[in-house]
């Protein structure tokens, strides 16, 4: 495969310019631990060890979310769309590009410090028994859902972050340089993508292993657009987050989940649900999705909504007796409850509930649209996605070294609030 161009210029200016930060930095943590000192101190380090990031974007029309890093020395802003479902973090990258999408930002210039073949990192990318043609550099290849990929090198590099408590940090993390990227049916005209999955090449799980924060990611996408996302446990109260076990090496998933129905189970169980932020729609298996569809067709039937199959925004549309402007106009038709409860492990069902702003968008036409879709149609098989549109207006947390998600209602229009009375 293809090698990294080398600018032996840039990676000595780069490495004059990183070390003196470091040292900065850990200055700054110093003064940071030693003006803790009561006895609420284990708290504030808490809070001040979470890193917090506003995100933009929303389900429809946008379809995705993206949150702004800044990478590199100089750092450069880069726009990455949030992704839950995959674990490695890449940039557009001038390597040089043999095939890139167009980006907002110019590609990124890597930087020479590259990661070699036989590293955890690179392994972590790799099937098993993986060969390296050459020791020191890691090739990889991601492939997504949607038919898009990624294939590139992994380079370390200067993510420029902020904790909450205004310390700054510029750790040095692997991300990938893709040189070449097919993209998929879902593409969005960003950067590159923040993987925040499980696996040891993602952003936490390196920031983690630095000492920096607690390998947990949560995010808050807001139903008006926007919302904010984050690294660490300090931003939340636990005991009011709804928790359940991961159940699945992979992805994020709690488990496998029955369908509920006005309150009732409907029959439809053993989903296997995996949570991601990639996708901006749920989708369940052909089946489940069959069910639903039935259910709802039937609760509709005799009232004023009618299928408006001339609507291609989704593929199940409904036209009211005028246009609707928001889900809030067409939720008198959808009353009966909808939710997935998830059997863990013998304890009460957790409910993960699906409220109609959670599965129902207003098309440009004024219709009402299902956001839930039919998964075996885009060949995700027996997996059942739960997209951003459910998850908006919640927090959703991974605790990957508790090994649990959560969720609780939210209003993600704010930024939390953290003390800053407390600036250290
Ligand atoms: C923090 O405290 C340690 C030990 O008391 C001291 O050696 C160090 O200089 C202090 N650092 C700062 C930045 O105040
Ligand atoms: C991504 O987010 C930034 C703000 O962080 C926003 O200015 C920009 O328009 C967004 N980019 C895209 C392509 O949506
Ligand atoms: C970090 O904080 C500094 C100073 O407040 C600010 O200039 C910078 O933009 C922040 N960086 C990020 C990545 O938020
Ligand atoms: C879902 O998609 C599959 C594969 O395309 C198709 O066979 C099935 O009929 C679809 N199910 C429904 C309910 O539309």
Redesign the pocket.
Known sequence: MRKVQVNVFFLLLFLSLSSASDQKWR?AM??AY?GSSSSSSMMMNRVGSSILFPIHGNVYPTGYYNVTINIGHPPKPYFLDLDTGSDLTWLQCNAPCVRCIEAPHPLYQPSNDLVACRHPLCAALQPPDYKCESPDQCDYVVDYADGGSSLGVLVRDVFSLNYTNGVRLSPRLALGCGYDQIPGTSYHPLDGILGLGRGKSSIVSQLQSQGLVRNVVGHCLSGRGGGFLFFGDGLYDSSHVTWTSMSQEKYYSPGSAELHFGGKATGIKKLIVIFDSGSSYTYLNSQAYQELTLLLKKELSGRSLKEAPEDRTLPLCWKGRKPFRSVHDAKKYFKTSLALAFANSGRRKTQFELHPEAYLIISNKGNVCLGILNGTQVGLRDWNVIGDISMQDRMVVYDNEKQVIGWSPANCDHLPRFKSAYYM
């Open positions: 200055k110093m003064s030693n």
